[in-house]
């Protein structure tokens, strides 16, 4: 046995074992998973790769590139529940592996069995997808499985060479965020006239009073393990330059005085910055991590997120932008993505959606008082 078959047997017995130890086949009960293979129930495709030309979300532009991303993000919102992991291609969002359901009640925060059972899923395909790169290196035949997966890189338009080279190193394990996300509508309601207010008295675009569902689903005491705080999520450096000071109030917790902070860092970031593309992703990455993107790639957008190489630039920051475009489509238009509410008109003449208290969760899992 030369040595490229034995590293192909090895593989072949890690994927076995990790599916022994994980009990989530997709045919098994335990865990319950949808795949995006042809053998999956039909399903709204997310959009090819195939070059699509710029459009605009509101005032915002949105490259072609970003469409499959935004799609994504789309039913994170909207779609998949916290009870649902997706596993997907980090790059390529559109190259989605499987949907698993974890079993059992699923809380906001997750137990220590189930992050187990998601460390194991994403260890499997990751040695899935590792066996079938040797495999095709070295013409060995492929099975059913085999296909079935190169089927499901291959929806996404792009060649399958590009993705599958080093595509067991990008395997990432995404959450839904359904329920969170809905929960966010029914309390942005309370705020987003105002919010908007500051924004257009600074001069700035309106639909910036979106960026909370991405940041905090609007929970104003929400905190970051980066340190950052509010419903804004500013740091102590960043709020002690752009908000107002108070001695003795931790002013990040006050919605209304984080938002005047958030539209001077945000006017401040777009006059260094020069696009919102590249401003928005600074509340994310910064103003300075930005401008040696820019340096870096260039002051195309999509090339900075498709090409720009830093340590700190990860997932979160290549997909902070196609994340707020998807947001405010959908808190844009709630209704579409969220049949079961209803918009109903407040004490002030103002617009809202409301969803029924059986309907509403909260982050803990209990329903709301109305």
């Not at 700190?312 to 196609?322: C, K, L």
Request: with cysteine; charged share 25%; proline share 5%.
């Amino acid at each position: 046995m030369n040595r490229w078959t034995l590293r192909i047997v090895l593989l072949s017995a890690a994927a076995m074992a990790l599916n022994a130890c994980s009990g989530t086949e997709p045919a098994v009960a335990r865990v319950n998973s949808r795949s995006y293979g042809p053998s999956a129930r039909p399903e709204a495709a997310l959009p090819s790769a195939v070059y699509k030309p710029a459009t605009y979300s509101g005032v915002f532009l949105k490259p072609g590139e970003l469409d499959s991303a935004v799609a994504f993000w789309r039913k994170v919102y909207a779609e998949w529940q916290r009870s649902e992991i997706v596993f997907h291609d980090d790059r390529h969002l559109d190259v989605i592996y499987e949907v698993m359901v974890l079993p059992g009640y699923v809380d906001d925060s997750l137990s220590a069995e189930q992050k187990e059972i998601i460390n194991q899923r994403r260890n499997f395909w990751k040695t899935q997808l590792s066996l079938l790169e040797s495999k095709r290196y070295y013409n060995v035949p492929l099975n059913a499985g085999d296909r079935q997966l190169i089927a499901k890189m291959e929806r996404s338009g792009r060649p399958l060479a590009g993705i599958l080279s080093g595509a067991a190193d990008r395997v990432h394990a995404q959450r839904g965020t359904r329920e969170r996300f809905k929960r966010g509508l029914e309390i942005s309601g309370r705020y987003e006239r105002q919010f908007r207010k500051i924004f257009r008295d600074a001069g700035l675009p309106e639909d910036l009073a979106y960026l909370p569902h991405v940041e905090s689903s609007f929970q104003s005491a929400a905190r970051s393990s980066a340190g950052a705080v509010g419903m804004w999520q500013f740091t102590k450096g960043a709020a002690k330059r752009f908000m107002p000071s108070h001695r003795k109030r931790d002013l990040r917790l006050d919605p209304f005085a984080s938002a005047v902070g958030a539209a001077r860092y945000l006017n401040h970031a777009y006059r260094n910055l020069g696009d919102w593309p590249t401003a928005i992703t600074s509340f994310n990455h910064g103003i300075g991590g930005m401008k040696r993107a820019q340096n870096q790639v260039g002051r195309d957008f999509a090339r900075i997120v498709q090409n720009y190489s830093s340590p700190a630039f990860g997932f979160a920051s290549r997909n902070y932008y196609a994340q707020f475009l998807a947001a405010r489509e959908i808190a844009s238009n709630p209704i579409q993505f969220f049949p079961e509410g209803e918009m109903v008109v407040d004490n002030n003449g103002h617009q809202r959606i409301s969803f029924s208290r059986s309907d509403l969760y909260l982050l803990d899992g209990t329903t709301a008082e109305k």
